[in-house]
């Protein structure tokens, strides 16, 4: 998904729009970027600063400063939940692990060999089910008894999945035991950093309260959501971009700013 | 007076074309022997007018052939240099010397034996650890490695040719370590990509021919008032594998300067020299043993006793990263290894404990090796930069 987000020079958030990202949208963040300045009734010219972050960082001609996403994350996070240490993103393509200090990554990891444990493993598997990704959540929840399913690859618990189906397990526990393959595979990953409360869950996979709850077991502690688990990258980047902004106005200058004309994407690096 | 040495740009020409020269010399009689691991002694090599040619793999070259016999869960580093040796790419090599460096290399060296087929082909056992009967052992590796080259070449491995041979590669290892100073410097006056390509360029050369251009590089780089890497806010050490890619280095170096290349397109075959012993073999031995710092060999802090303070095992095992980090102005490292490399990724756990000890910010990151799949490196050493910047 291409997300942006707008805030006025105090933070406040003036306008949030996501669209689809795919082969050909990834090339048009400018149109996203255009409905995010109708909902909020300005124009391109009025904004200050622009930070583009995620795969796509590159793919924004009219950014002023690509920062990752694993930054931008940690700052979106930390200004939901200025207690987090520990934040999980699971997104489409990755999971990733950030320890955070005041809004800052002070260390990360994130997952390298495969889809297992991301938001993809589920869709793939939620096909092989007949059901829709976004009824998985309740659907584990009335599990009395979860389905091991193996949290190695995707390809194989899809055929693992079809083979318990074939055996006669329910729906909800084979559902509840893929939740528990991918919090398992995440929750190793974060091990790595040494887990510390606040832990905050986002990304599309945040949604799901399943996952949810198998990632509490796991971590054996309370995982906050945000409201819209989905934003909080773009918020970081939001949120950086004024600090950039007010930093430099601050010294007297004017922070360095691209020129503001929304044109699509024509490289791909 | 304008600096008209071009030593930089022959290296850099050397590392694009790295086959070109060995080609040339084959044609001129000349025999070529590949090999694929530091520890390979290659002053036995030259001391028979050998050419010793370092083989790599390919991150450009899509792994095809070697899917024939290596499964893609495998090294990806092996798939590539065996695909390559498929390809007939080093068709130019009279034989191979492997060395038992790790297991994947061992089994591969089988295959590259028995699918390619060289003149001649010599597989050496290298001990997993560095005690004084693990250097006797090896010592006997380098006397088997001796009878087959002088089977092979129909020339005896005299004292005299080995030791003139270890002055040839002792001045190189001074030399590298001498252009090493010159990253000292802030901003450094070479690059982390001029270095490696430096390195790859040694490692395709007859030892002489690789002097010649360390010195004309040295003299260029001591001269350079323009041209050399802009400051960066991270002095970088890198420790690695194998990097032996520019694409790879200048994703570190957009955000970094790299100053110590701590693995083998680095300083790895370069530290410590070898002592001419009265029996040279033995120095050989000793030098191989003790200074190439591999994660596939063991270091302990103390041989033998039975409670081991884990402050001084990490000490004895990675002590000499906390001089390079001090002597260097190091204030960050990277542990960047070429995905399912067990023998450096059990290493990585403790080697972050010591960098933590010595207060170096660290992260690791594994990479495919191809080209095609470097975004997610680039992401990670990106947020890596930012979280230190």
Known sequence: ?269 | MPNDSRGLAKAKQVYQERSRRARQLRAEGSRVIGYPCVYVPVEMLSALGLVPYRTYGDIREPVTEADRALPTSFCPFMRSCFDCALKAKDDFLDGMVVAHSCDPQEKTARLWESYVGYPYFHFMDVPGTVRPEAVEYFGGQLSDLKATLEAFTGQELTVERLRSAIQFHNEQRALVKELYELTKPAPPLVSGTEMLQVVKALMSLPVAEGNDLLKEVIGEVQGRTTGGPELKPVRLLVWSSTLDDVAIMEILESGANVVMDEGCGGMRAYRGEVKLTDEPMDGLARHYMDDITCARTFRQGADGETTKEYSQDLEKRFGYLKDVVEEWSINAAILLLVRYCDPFAFEVPSLRDYFDAVGIPSIYIEYDYAEGALAPLRTRVEAFFETIG
């Open chain 1, 1 to 269: 998904m291409t997300k942006v987000l707008l805030t006025d020079v105090d933070g406040k958030v003036l306008s949030v729009v996501k669209g689809p990202t795919g082969p050909e949208h990834r090339r048009l963040a400018n149109e996203v970027m255009q409905r995010a300045l109708e909902q909020a009734n300005l124009q391109l010219d009025l904004v200050s600063y622009v930070v583009a972050t995620g795969y796509g960082r590159l793919n924004v001609p009219f950014a002023d400063r690509r920062i990752t996403e694993l930054t931008c994350h940690a700052r979106g996070v930390y200004s939901l939940f200025p207690h987090v240490k520990t934040a999980i993103d699971i997104g489409g393509q990755d999971a990733k692990c950030m320890k955070v200090s005041h809004g800052r990554v002070v260390n990360f990891a994130m997952n390298d060999k495969c889809a297992a444990g991301t938001g993809r493993f589920l869709e793939v598997i939620a096909v092989a089910l007949g059901v829709k990704v976004e009824d998985m959540g309740d659907i584990s929840l009335r599990s009395r008894k979860k389905v091991h399913v193996s949290n190695l690859c995707t390809v194989f618990a899809r055929q693992e999945v079809v083979a318990r189906l074939s055996e006669g397990e329910k729906l909800e526990d084979i559902v509840a035991g893929l939740h528990d393959a991918v919090a398992s595979r995440v929750v190793g990953l974060a091990r790595t950093l040494r887990i510390e409360p606040d832990v905050v869950l986002t990304g599309g996979v945040a949604k799901n309260n399943g996952i949810v709850r198998a990632m509490q077991e796991h971590l054996r502690c309370e995982v906050l959501v945000p409201e819209d688990p989905l934003i909080t990258g773009a918020l970081g980047a939001a949120i950086l971009a004024k600090d950039l902004w007010q930093e430099s106005v601050a010294r007297g200058e004017r922070a360095p700013t691209e020129l503001r004309r929304l044109k699509k994407a024509t490289f791909f690096t």
